[in-house]
């Protein structure tokens, strides 16, 4: 008998008389997506659902930021957790549905899940991955995004499709060697019957666009942490917006969407720290010195979190390669060329004097934070479960797990409170040993 | 243990520059145990001289080259070759001369030294073979290896902070270590008597040591 | 000696290749894959398949194999990449008698057809790399299932919330938990100081209460399990054995107790840290009037030090009336409600000051002075105060012990118990059945403590939920002939996974705790150490008598790197043939020799980057090793640009690229637009 060659060496050990119960998991980030992965290796039958066309949540928009050293960002870590869900044996992954009502269960199990499926026009279950529909669409609907997760299910962009605009086309269908395409597939509804929930829905990160004094989407060469990411993932580098060269003076401003009641969602919320952000922008900021060790970046900052093992070499470092200057700054003016004026108050004022500094960079990252998704407060209604001062799920106490005043409930990850991959994962783990030991 | 380090590799192809066909010999003890000569060894060095020139080099590892019995394996090898290069220490390289006189013998290492394993990788000296040990009034460190000048009545004044004037970086001094153990054991006292001048007759000096067990020699 | 590579003669391979629901019929000849591989002689047969990653496919094409011949003992897979199909094959494998370690699997799709620009091309590299394959099976050792029975109980070390959490979530799952605390109470830190947690609720008393009332609870219900054995004033003496059987001596009152475990979990403190805030708080009665509170001194402190200052603070002033000072570099503020407590302490009347360079304190007097560069009004400003506490937390002396206590067991910064290393969060160790929860491995916030616990306690559940583990009898092996006892292996090994076999002389590894890297291998002098499957004959048959461009790969990283790539639409030179290896630590020199000496233009070693190597150090002794021979190269005068190393992560492949095509010479993009 042939066992698989995937770590650990040990098999999936199947206890003999284990009760096989039914988990709806709602959102496929990493925080899901191990939870998903950890369930399934305890032999519990997993439905991983998932709002997005694509599974892997903001994770996947991430890439190593190695400079001769590792920083421990752990990408790689949520990687190898996205690779190892979608092979999982008991994890039914859809995508493109969510769940609109939760009921009381019939047939034995506790709650029925009612979900809503929008037509994603691929069977993941029988896509083979091959790309052939990509390159044989007349209109280039179909495409290919989160790559890191293997088979690559395509995406349908249906507002493209030929059949949308009441044109005859079926060359997708006809040249898929597996049938898994349906152009018929059209939004339904199903029913589960489950024991728990899992609430992983992850976060939305602030746009600064919406109510922020730093003209994102304005000016040019503004762009946010997130924007930075996903560049550095996939093309190496930064480059300015405005002309595609590399920026030789950047600037990071922390605690965008963060530390403030200027971003509140509702009067009520309080302010909190997204916990994220120095972490990930100090990081992205020693990986482009590292790549271009002529770059000037300074870093405007409240307090820099500290996260992990190691923090304070990787401070000191930071500090070597890095200008800090302790200040939020309060406006950002267009200059010539693109640049950028970052206008401050220091904290140092000599002589008494209130002064107004103003530095020129090429370009600015705002580090956004992370903040409740828009939804949250829908799936929290719906769901009858609170949500906290912060728009997040779940109150808090002493204990690990937030209070969701709901048997065979549970939330895992960013949706619950700010935090990182590795907190995420933790806590994913933890919520896997609750569901395990409810059921 | 004894250990010895490979020599540089220009130098072994110096040795043996101009022979057609070479024997690369191993040792399987002392030598293996110090990364220096074993069968891993072996096959990365014939391999580093099979690319860099024309010879032709063939491989082979032995449990001792300290001992004629075991060379038996490998007659008709090294009789094919016109010279043995030898991973052994000293001690192995000079019985691959006995035991095959009409073939140039090369070493392939430089035998360094009696010493210890301080962790992987890592090896230091701590007895010389001095043929009187005395390490039992020395709480067990050997003031002959360990100081730098063989002091045998305490330390010299460039004992600093417990290092040797001599290296201060990486040499501990020798006594300080001494007088740690015998402060531990409570036995300081042992270092008000005069330790004697050691018996030079049984250290090496004026020909090869030579040692005999009555009982079974000449059985 | 070059082992020639060795050919079976024995008709024994049976080969199943996939064209991808016809997908790959432009890019590969099968017809010409069959046949050139049919004439192998150790290839009974080969089936081509259309969908082998759908089950009823692989079943039939499986079926149909060993249906059209009898002696088939061995098999080679030509699909896509493996963990797309690997589920179904799994199931099909259920009931064959095909041992384990008889089947090889090639990626003809990502790694061959995807990445060649001609077809031609492409199907003489897919016969070359199923060629390498039938070569590389026909050497191929069956592998055995063997069951290892574990002890399910659970060893706790420590008392405080993630203790605690860790024993009731294990006794919830099913395990027996001991839990041995070294002080007469459980509770920890924790129980001692509720008031320092005020961020656990929007108001500073309530926290305190909400903080008091769930150590109350989590000692409750300790204390109240009876499949929970609290030792308290009792402390850990020795640690034997292995994961699933652990043998541990504990010191309770100078008795001594023989307790046997499965897992372990070192879950104590670590720090002492709050001492001097602590009675302070409690003291109803003398405060100080004007209080100084210093911190970041010692080096930038954590999440737990702010929580407890700020508490303290905010106590100190509303309480008691107190003027307090707090002078910090950094206020963290990173744990839900924290960022509440630090308004509330400075609306509170708290004055915070963050200072640049650490503010310097002396004695005038009965009062001591604290002298920083003050940042807001740009000078240097001297106060005095009745009191100044150093808020820091040292690092604490106490896990030394169980360093020491515990061999082979890897240390992190500052102390911890956990090496400084991705692959072991949240909360593994290097070894085997040895876990952290809480400040042991550096967690120092009181939820994520007690979210260690559950973490763990998943953990090892999975590990120990029958009274027998079942594992493939595939860990690394020394051969007691050869083996010299240099103890190489021993030290090296990453995951104390190596003992010495008094009786027999012989190194031993354990295969519980092995976890198949390969390092051992790679650094025996004797050779004495093999890993099943990738042992150096079948190696060197699947680089093969003609090697051009041999690229080992990690199969961590390189390896997934270069199906993102081929994924990606890039394409590069047909000469790289990827060998896949579990950690490139196990990349023995003289593999990459053999590769040289039969004609390999490059050789290149690509693994995980130094510091997130899943086995810690296999990636930094690829790295040594390749340096140190290509200086030997060098001095020998062979050209060492022919030997290089890389480091990359799975999510990397513009690096896989890189590195590969540096034989190039020239950047050949051709990425399909995403």
Known sequence: MVVSNRKPSYRTQIQTNEKRVCVLVIGAGISGATVAERLSRAGQQVYLIEKQATIGGHVVEMGCKATDVCLRCNVCVANELLRSVVASPNVRIHTLTELIKLEAGTNGSRYTAVLKHKPTFVDREKCIGCQVCVGVCPEKCINLTGLRVLPAVPVFNYSLCRRAKGKECSICEQTCPVDAINMQDKSSQSQIDIDAVVIATGYEPYDPAVDCSYGYRRAANIITGIDAERQLAIEGEITRPSDGKRPKRIAFIQCVGSRSELVHRRPDDTDYCSAVCCAYALRMAQLIKYKDNGAELTVFYMDIQNFGKGFDDFYKKCKDKMTFIRSRPYEIKQGQNGTLQVRFTPQSLPEDKIQVCEQEFDLVVLAVGIRPRPDATKLAEALLIPVDEQGFFGLKDASPMPALQREGIFVAGACESPKDIQSCMAQAEAVSAAVISEL | ?219 | MIQKAEQTNRGDVGIVLCDCGGTLRGRLDFDRLRKQLSRLPAVATVKLCSKFCQQNECTKAVKSLFRNSNHITRLVIGACDRGIFDATLHETMQGNSLGEGLLWCVNIREHCAWVTGTPEVATNKSAEVLTAAVRRVGLASAIESKKVPVNQNVLVIGGGVAAMQTAVALSHLGHRVTLVEKSKKLGGLVAEMPELYAYVASCSSDSASLVQSRVDELIKQVMGDKHICVQTAASLKSVKGEFGNFTCVIDSGGKEQVISAGALVLAGDSATTKSELAPLVHNGGEVPKRIAIVIDVLGEQGRSVSAGVLSAAELLTKRFGAEVKLYCHNIRVSTVGLEGLYRRARQGGVVIIKYESPPLISEQGNKTVVKVEEPLVGCEISEEFDLVIMGDTAAANGNNELLSLIEGLQPGPEETLQADSVWLLPTKTNREGIFVAGLAGGTDELRDAQTDGLATANQIHELLKNKEVEILDDAAVVDGDKCVLCLTCMRICPHGAVSIDVDNSVASISAVACQRCGICAAVCPAGAIELPRYTQKEIAAEVGDRPQITVFACENSAYPAATAAATNGSEYDAKVRLIRVPCVGKVDPRDVLQALERGAEKVIILGCHLESCQYLVGSTGAAKRTERLNRELEKAGVDNKRVVFGELASMEPAKFLEYVRICEGVKNEKHREL
């Open chain 2, 1 to 219: 243990m004894i250990v010895a380090e490979q020599k540089p590799i220009e130098e072994i192809k110096g040795y043996l520059a101009g022979h057609k066909r070479i024997l690369v010999l191993g040792c399987g003890t002392c030598v293996t145990v110090c990364l220096a000569g074993g069968e891993r060894e072996v096959a990365t060095l014939a391999s580093i001289l099979r690319l860099s020139s024309d010879s032709e080099v063939i491989e082979n590892t032995i449990e001792r080259q300290c001992d004629a019995e075991f060379f038996d394996a490998i007659k008709d090898q090294a009789a094919s070759c016109d010279a043995i290069l030898s991973m052994a220490c000293g001690v192995g390289v000079q019985m691959v001369a006995k035991i095959f006189p009409d073939k140039p013998i090369y070493p392939a290492l430089n035998t360094m030294f009696c010493g210890t394993n301080d962790g992987a990788g890592q090896w230091s000296e701590n007895c010389l073979a001095c043929g009187d040990c005395k390490l039992g009034i020395f709480g067990g460190v050997c003031p002959v290896t360990r100081c730098s000048k063989s002091l045998l009545n305490g330390p010299c004044g460039g004992s600093v902070d417990g290092k040797c004037e001599v290296d201060p970086e990486n040499i501990e001094c020798g006594w300080q270590l001494i007088y740690d153990r015998l402060k531990t054991l409570g036995r300081l006292d042992v270092l008000l008597e005069n330790a004697a001048p050691r018996d030079w007759s049984r250290t090496h000096d004026g020909g090869p040591r030579r040692l005999s067990r009555e009982d079974v020699a000449g059985l």
